[in-house]
């Protein structure tokens, strides 16, 4: 079946420091990967996307490269901001038809000044 | 840029009752999906509509149905809740022919005492 595995936090860090958060999949086929952000107290945002191998995903400072020989979506910043923290989701969905997402159990970011 | 509307945002409910919630998807978008996310889990897929028509099913319960809409909003009708239906309700939205990206709206949170 499809899965998404991705580290368990909660991750704490100092305001400018590196950010990875690692997601590996299992899927059958070639699914499309995505980071979803929650906020606290709010909806599931789309941060980025990449739908097929080597492809680099990037949006407000945050990338993540498709790595089908790894089976990896890797979460990276290199300077996080206060604002940053959050619940951030690894997904997967394979892509025929309108297939629904399948999603690791996210990993809560906190960042302290 | 429309987004995918959720109604209500709160609802509060007594065991054994029922509840109806509500998605609006983003305009010209022609798949909902409805997707459950307990306490500190991740967003568990539930069931989906393309083109009015049930196109896959997750773990959604006996006791939950859902349909789309002519207008394409789509409902899910909760009945006899459960404690254990304390949830956030998420309705996503997508655009078969094109995107692969669902959207998601700010949910509902249900609360069942």
């Known amino acids: 079946g499809n899965s998404v595995t991705q580290m368990e936090g909660p991750v704490t860090l100092s305001e400018e420091a590196f950010l990875t958060i690692n997601c590996t999949y299992t899927?059958?086929?070639?699914?499309?990967l995505f980071w979803y952000v929650q906020y606290p107290g709010e909806g599931l945002q789309l941060l980025l996307k990449?739908?097929?191998?080597?492809d680099k995903g990037s949006n407000k400072g945050f990338e993540a490269t498709y790595r089908k020989e790894t089976t990896s979506f890797h979460l990276e910043k290199g300077s996080v901001q206060v604002s940053d923290s959050a619940v951030y989701f690894c997904?997967?969905?394979?892509?025929?038809?309108?297939?629904?997402?399948?999603f690791g159990k996210g990993t809560r970011l906190s960042v302290i000044a | 840029a429309a987004g995918v509307i959720q109604s209500p945002r709160h609802l509060i409910k007594e065991k054994r009752e029922t509840a109806t919630l509500k998605c609006y998807p983003i305009p010209r978008h022609d798949t909902v999906y409805w997707y459950q996310q307990g306490p500190g889990q991740d967003p568990q897929f539930l069931i989906s509509?393309?083109?009015?028509?049930?196109?896959d099913k997750g773990s959604i319960p006996d006791r939950f149905s859902a349909q789309q809409f002519s207008d394409y909003h789509s409902e899910l009708n909760m009945s006899s809740l459960e404690l254990g239906d304390s949830a956030l309700y998420f309705c996503?939205?997508?655009?078969?022919?094109?995107?692969?990206?669902?959207?998601f709206g700010p949910g509902t949170r249900l609360l069942v005492l």
């Open positions: 899927a059958t086929g070639y699914p499309s």
């Open positions: 996503a939205s997508s655009l078969i022919a094109g995107q692969e990206t669902q959207y």
């Open positions: 509509f393309y083109e009015k028509m049930q196109s």
């Open positions: 997904a997967l969905r394979v892509l025929w038809g309108n297939t629904p997402l399948v």
């Open positions: 990449a739908t097929k191998a080597d």
